[in-house]
């Protein structure tokens, strides 16, 4: 059959369809996430600046440890959709309750590790004396919803797999209008402060999770699924995320890494690289999107048994990775002029933005794809690999990267480490899997 027979034709546009209409709503709901700590910091700046700094520490160490657990979200996208794609909805939906009650287990275990510690990890974190007192009263108040947070992760992951990425966007533009109102409310209108602050993000998130209970618990119900905690399929969910856990960390170690390096160039190249990182966030949150599509998409294909159709759909999805890149790497080179002075009049910092936002302009194109083969190979559920190419890339990227100052580099050598040998070595072990096939393993269980 020719490449472009009709057959051939209307497949692709089928491909494209699902992409889409999985890929778009997944961006919306990625990119209302962070405005969580954007609502806080515009409500806490006005408090003064010991608590805006107070609120940085601790909204930096309650990220760091809920992103350690994505694999909440991703492992139980691909569980869910293997069965899915099986025709066994009552066993995926078994399967994403496990998921959620794992995230319950992980969040009460996170809960009583943090509310002990918290004076001591806001130290450790380097928050000064004044901000130190207003730090441990958000961390240690926010920390009781981190349970909540876990629980919207896996119950992500379940809507996900069961080809709904809708339903995460209303639930995130909920929670961020929630958290905003429930934030001026509490700070300014019962005069709490920063601990306001804290109350109204632990409700919205409360909020968000019970939303998602309640919609995957009706579906539960609906179908005969038990909803009673199954040990034996939590440590199947656990078996499942701990691969992506050691890629989780070892992608963190490599960001670490090269914040840490270009901390000790000076002040203007780690403002620079800040402001190169939040750029870098926002991007991956669009190729991320597509990633998801990929992660749904895949296992559903191979839960159904069709090797020929997720092959098909992970060679149309690299196109798409490749195009987003091209177009987000354009976007970043014009607007380059526009985007500094939203977060700097430095100029010693801007000369050093200049050169560094050109280089992740021009390797976005591999950025996509990096980002769509990694979605696909997770949707088949190849976690062992994913943590094992991580590992690898870790070894190549550090040090290289440690290297840079003491060969005489600078920032934008630093950011050919992170954006050009890290995604490079990260390209070539994904394709090398890719290509091989062996990634396609079918059926409603991984074996």
Excluded: K
Aim: glycine letters at 10%; hydrophobic letters at 60%; proline letters at 5%.
């Amino acid at each position: 059959m020719s490449p472009a027979s009709p057959t051939t034709r209307a497949a692709v546009r089928r491909h494209d369809r699902e992409i889409i209409a999985l890929a778009l709503p997944a961006f919306g709901a990625l990119v209302a996430e962070p405005l969580f700590v954007m609502a806080d910091s515009a409500i806490v700046g006005h408090l003064g600046t010991p608590q805006l700094a107070g609120l940085g520490v601790a909204a930096a160490l309650l990220q760091t440890g809920v992103n350690i657990f994505v694999f909440l979200a991703y492992a139980t996208t691909a569980a869910v959709a293997r069965r899915l794609g099986a025709d066994d909805l009552p066993a995926a939906l078994r399967q994403g309750l496990d998921g959620i009650w794992l995230a319950l287990l992980l969040g009460g275990l996170v809960v009583a590790a943090v509310l002990p510690t918290a004076p001591w990890l806001v130290d450790a974190f380097g928050a000064s004396p004044t901000a130190a007192p207003p730090g441990t009263t958000y961390l240690r108040i926010s920390a009781l919803g981190i349970p909540a947070m876990l629980v919207v992760l896996a119950a992500t992951g379940v809507l996900r797999g069961l080809q709904d990425t809708r339903t995460p966007l209303y639930v995130a533009v909920g929670g961020f209008s929630a958290n905003a109102a429930l934030n001026a409310l509490l700070v300014y209108g019962a005069g709490l402060g920063i601990a306001g602050s804290a109350w109204g993000t632990v409700l919205a998130q409360w909020g968000m999770a019970a939303v998602y209970l309640t919609v995957v618990v009706r579906a539960a119900l609906r179908h005969r699924a038990s909803l009673r905690p199954d040990l034996a399929g939590i440590r199947a969910s656990g078996r499942a995320g701990a691969p992506l856990l050691i890629r989780t960390l070892s992608l963190r170690a490599v960001l670490l890494i090269a914040t840490v390096v270009a901390a000790r160039m000076g002040d203007a190249d780690i403002a620079a690289h800040q402001i190169t990182l939040t750029l870098w966030s926002l991007l991956a949150f669009a190729l991320d999107a597509i990633a998801i599509a990929g992660q749904a998409i895949i296992g559903r294909y191979l839960g159904a048994s069709d090797v020929e159709g997720a092959t098909a759909a992970c060679r149309r999805m690299v196109l798409w990775g490749v195009v987003s890149g091209v177009v987000l790497g354009a976007l970043v080179a014009l607007v380059r002029p526009l985007f500094m002075p939203l977060f700097t009049t430095d100029q010693g910092v801007i000369d050093q933005l200049t050169p560094v936002l050109l280089v992740v302009a021009v390797t976005q194109p591999i950025a996509g794809v990096v980002f769509v083969l990694d979605g696909v190979l997770m949707g088949a559920g190849d976690g062992p690999y994913l943590a094992g190419a991580m590992l690898v890339t870790l070894a190549v990227f550090a040090p290289v990267a440690l290297a840079v100052p003491a060969l005489g580099g600078g920032l934008t050598s630093l950011w050919w480490t992170v954006a050009g040998l890290m995604m490079a070595t990260r390209l070539v072990t994904l394709a090398l899997r890719a290509r091989s096939g062996r990634w396609a393993v079918t059926g409603a269980v991984r074996a």
